[in-house]
């Protein structure tokens, strides 16, 4: 299995950034997907899930401003992100589940990861 994240960048605060993640090797149609964010000296944690079936929830932090997507025609996960704030700087990274995996936004859910794409917000 192999998870691809791209767009990662420096924005300024209220600007707007899109990752995407490509994923090899797994059923993308059944697999659970999240995306997990971890700032320097914290743990890594949820951002935003989606089911198979496209069930989607949010950290309270990025509701309303992050939209989690997937395109099963392209085995390909996204994170629109908008209204970006400095405490949204993080390394992002993109995690799966396959057949057998659960909702959660548990990082130990998650057997699969992604190299992950740094995202700085500076005023």
């Known amino acids: 299995v192999q998870l691809v994240e791209s767009g990662g960048g420096s924005v300024q605060t209220g600007g707007s950034l899109r990752l995407a993640c490509v994923a090899c090797g797994l059923p993308f149609t059944s697999a659970y997907m999240g995306w997990f964010s971890q700032a320097p000296g914290k743990e890594r944690e949820g951002v935003a899930i989606?089911?198979?079936?496209?069930?989607?929830y949010y950290d309270q932090s990025v509701k309303g401003r992050f939209t989690i997507s997937r395109d099963n025609a392209k085995n390909t996960l996204y994170l629109q992100m908008n209204s970006l704030k400095s405490e949204d700087t993080a390394v992002y990274y993109c995690?799966?589940?396959?057949?057998?995996?659960?909702?959660?936004?548990?990082?130990?859910?998650?057997?699969?990861w992604g190299q992950g794409t740094q995202v700085t917000v500076s005023s």
């Open positions: 995690a799966a589940a396959g057949r057998g995996g659960v909702f959660s936004m548990l990082p130990k859910r998650y057997p699969y």
């Open positions: 989606i089911s198979p079936g496209g069930d989607t």
